[in-house]
């Protein structure tokens, strides 16, 4: 078991270990405490030409604060609402609050561990609405399970926060307040040229 925030630990163990890909599928909005240590981590892991690919979540702030240089410049220009909202994204979806900000920023990390040729396709319309469908769909089918009580009851809380934020990141999909993201970025041949 390794920390995708701490690579340079694990590859110390084998310093034979370089890559060509790293793939975070769906899960790096989640990695403490910035996705910008994984970054950094990943650029120093990967061989030069090798590529980091990534199916992300981030929020889409009016353009205003979108534009502003850093995760604390855009927390402090939000709106009330939107301050709430985010600390209630955090807590219900287990998201750093440094996760929390604009395209412009993200691309800013990237870059600054070193990327090159960042690329960005938004795929919100095909990924929400279908997960709110799967985790609907899942949980009426794990009800009609066999199973211990205590297992069953464990199953229906899971399920129901999985559901609550599957619901959720629908919601807030549908009134264009959250994206879901494929990156790309290269570490280039000649890196930091």
């Not at 793939?23 to 990967?46: E, G, V």
Request: proline content about 6%; hydrophobic content about 45%; some cysteine.
């Amino acid at each position: 078991m390794g920390s995708a925030t701490d690579l340079p630990r694990v590859l110390a163990e084998d310093s034979a270990f370089t890559f060509t890909h790293v793939l975070a599928l769906d899960c790096a909005y989640h990695f403490t405490p910035s996705r910008s240590a994984f970054f950094q981590q990943s650029f120093d892991a990967l061989e030069p030409g090798g590529c980091l690919a990534l199916c992300d979540i981030l929020p889409c702030f009016p353009a205003a604060v979108a534009c502003l240089p850093s995760v604390s410049a855009q927390h402090r220009a939000l709106s009330l609402p939107w301050r709430l909202g985010l600390r209630a994204l955090s807590s219900a979806c287990a998201i750093p609050l440094s996760n929390l900000h604009s395209l412009p920023v993200y691309r800013s990390s990237l870059e600054a561990a070193g990327f090159k040729d960042v690329a960005f396709e938004d795929i919100t319309e095909h990924m929400f609405a279908g997960f709110a469908r799967f985790v609907s769909d899942s949980s009426a089918r794990s009800r009609q399970s066999d199973g211990a009580p205590i297992t069953r009851r464990m199953q229906a809380t899971a399920w129901l926060r999985f559901r609550v934020t599957a619901s959720v990141l629908d919601w807030l999909a549908t009134r264009s307040l959250v994206g879901c993201y494929l990156v790309r970025a290269t570490k280039p041949h000649n890196p930091r040229t």
